[in-house]
């Protein structure tokens, strides 16, 4: 038998797979039916390891992982399927906030103009993000990344601006601890350039630097070129701006920052070296969050928290209902929750908009089949 042959039989066999994967599908809907009149859970372990071992055992020996692993898809279609059915008062109640949102942000977009909230001070790299996204913004500067998110929370700014990863240093820890804390949503995303420079108190040379000063993502970006200079101290400081303000008001000549060459301008300072980080291609990736869940038109990035329920499988499981809607999974975070026996948060990003009504459909079926479930935002990414 040639490898045309082969093909032509394997198309008959895929044929009558589809057909017998149709009905199947037909009588899962039959099951949701029995289960949503009967208040019985999607979930039912006994009855899918049953589905299971006969799958691997009729497979037989040579097969029958490959057959366990080909039903745990077909289960998992199964269950996200059901859940789009049994969709309780809970999953409900989130269809009607999240189709509130998207009624009310038809037609709209950010405003040219808005009080914005900003970690640092003045030079920051949050503000060259605001910037991007706000044509004429009204910057409040903050101290700490909980000051804005209390800001937004209490009505203080209409935005603000916050800094969640880097494509050198990874993910801003912080930000992500604070995200269980804080209620918000995500509006919209930017990416920022980000080229550090070396900057000295004028007149400074190079051999009499002693301590450098940054944030932590900053020192970690440029983690090569400090360790070419083992004399120097780190030292790690809110924010980069705040550190280049602070080395120009320091009487300590030993004093450097790792920060933006605007920072020289604005303070005065002088630059010993430009593009010192590791990366060329080094970005930071800003989001933009409102205490109102503004869904504008053009998005097309989900971003959810949530928590598994303690079984085998749970994570392969919602990435195989992801996969099962074409969606296409781009980031997938987790975060220890305090005060647990190491439970952990996870944070997703997912390519969809709301706007579909497949994809309104999946994010409602999480909220039913989930322990925790927390919609952070469906928005567009401004690429400068």
Known sequence: MDLQQCRQRIDRIDEQLVELFCERMKVVEDVAAYKK????????????????????????????????????????????QQNARLQGEGAEEYRRFLTEALEHSKGRDLPSSAKVACQGVEGAYSQRACLQLFPQPDIMFLKTFDDVFRAIEEGEAEFGMLPIENST???????????????????????????????????????????????????????????????????KYPNTAQAARFVSETPDRGAAAIASDLCA????????????????????????????????????????????????????????QIAACSLNLTKLESRPIPNTDFEFMFYVDIEGSLYDSKTLDFVCSLRQSLNFLEFLGNYQEHRA
């Not at 006969?54 to 998992?76: H, K, V, W």
């Open 37 to 80: 009149a009967n208040n019985l859970p999607v979930l039912q372990s006994g009855r899918e390891a049953q589905v299971l071992d006969q799958a691997a055992r009729l497979a037989g020996p040579e097969y029958g992982d490959y057959a366990r692993a080909l039903f745990t898809s077909i289960m998992n279609i199964s269950k996200s």
């Open 169 to 235: 240093a990874g993910s801003v820890a912080a930000v992500y601890d604070l995200m269980k804390k804080h209620h918000f949503y995500i509006c919209k995303a930017t990416r920022v350039k980000v080229d550090h420079a070396l900057l000295v108190k004028p007149g400074v040379r190079r051999e009499e630097v002693t301590a450098v000063y940054s944030h932590e993502q900053g020192l970690a970006q440029c983690a090569s070129y400090i360790a070419a200079h083992p004399g120097w101290t780190q030292v």
């Open 265 to 320: 301008q604005l303070y005065r300072l002088d630059i010993l070296e430009q593009g010192i980080q590791d990366a060329e291609a080094n970005f930071t990736r800003f989001i933009c969050i409102s205490k109102q869940p503004w869904i504008y038109p053009g998005a097309d990035k989900i971003s959810l928290a949530l928590t598994l329920p303690h079984r085998v499988g749970t994570l392969y499981q919602l990435m195989s």
